[in-house]
T-cell receptor, first 115, second 111 residues
Framework: DTGVSQDPRHKITKRGQNVTFRCDPI?????LYWYRQTLGQGPEFLTY????????KSRLLSDRFSAERPKGSFSTLEIQRTEQGDSAMYLC?????????????FGPGTRLTVT | GEDVEQSLFLSVREGDSSVINCTYT??????LYWYKQEPGAGLQLLTY?????DMKQDQRLTVLLNKKDKHLSLRIADTQTGDSAIYFC???????????FGTGTQLKVEL
């Protein structure tokens, strides 16, 4: 078990470009979460998957954001037409679907800088 | 609302105990957590407590929960320089799926 992994760790992009991040959860975990963390703040929930189904989305997730988990394993988060306000750390977490749904384990994050 | 509040900064000497405090407002929260974040890194789950408990001890960590006052604290015994980090409390409301985090407390351990 290597924990939750995220790729890339850092991304610098110009305003208006599209970016995509990947998250690989702990292998037996069927729940996957995306959070966003801005400087000096705690993480804020964006969206949640159980297996391949996206079951909850925050109002923070504008139409420019889309997340997928096509086979119920890894997930991608895409941001279209990036804006400077999208600069943040994007964190992925995973948990077991039963028994320990309350234990969310986080990856190292992808730090996005929009110039 | 689901606001979780923490003091921003705490400084202690190496070897002393640290106490980090948190106030939450969602009385339906079933679990309350402490996470640690080192610079440039993700969040490490330190410990959590179920809402029907009032204390949990795990090696150097002691969590106290006062449900009446919606107050959570984390005590770190014999604080070391490696404990320097930002500590976040978080709540997991009953029936929900997301964690709601506080703004974090930066702990600085001085020699």
């Amino acid at each position: 078990d290597t924990g939750v992994s995220q790729d890339p760790r850092h991304k610098i992009t110009k305003r208006g470009q599209n970016v995509t991040f990947r998250c690989d959860p702990i292998s037996e975990h069927n729940r996957l979460y995306w959070y966003r963390q801005t400087l000096g703040q705690g993480p804020e929930f964006l969206t949640y998957f159980q297996n391949e189904a996206q079951l909850e989305k925050s109002r923070l997730l504008s139409d420019r954001f889309s997340a997928e988990r096509p086979k119920g394993s890894f997930s991608t988060l895409e941001i279209q037409r990036t804006e400077q306000g999208d600069s943040a750390m994007y964190l992925c977490a995973s948990s077991l679907g039963s028994g320990s749904v309350y234990e969310q384990y986080f990856g190292p994050g992808t730090r996005l800088t929009v110039t | 609302g689901e606001d979780v509040e923490q003091s921003l900064f705490l400084s202690v000497r190496e070897g002393d105990s640290s106490v980090i405090n948190c106030t939450y407002t969602d009385s339906s929260s079933t679990y309350l957590y402490w996470y640690k974040q080192e610079p440039g890194a993700g969040l490490q789950l330190l410990t959590y407590i179920f809402s029907n408990m009032d204390m949990k001890q795990d090696q150097r960590l002691t969590v106290l929960l006062n449900k009446k006052d919606k107050h959570l604290s984390l005590r770190i015994a014999d604080t070391q320089t490696g404990d320097s980090a930002i500590y976040f409390c978080a709540e997991y409301p009953g029936g929900g799926n997301k964690l709601t985090f506080g703004t974090g407390t930066q702990l600085k351990v001085e020699l």
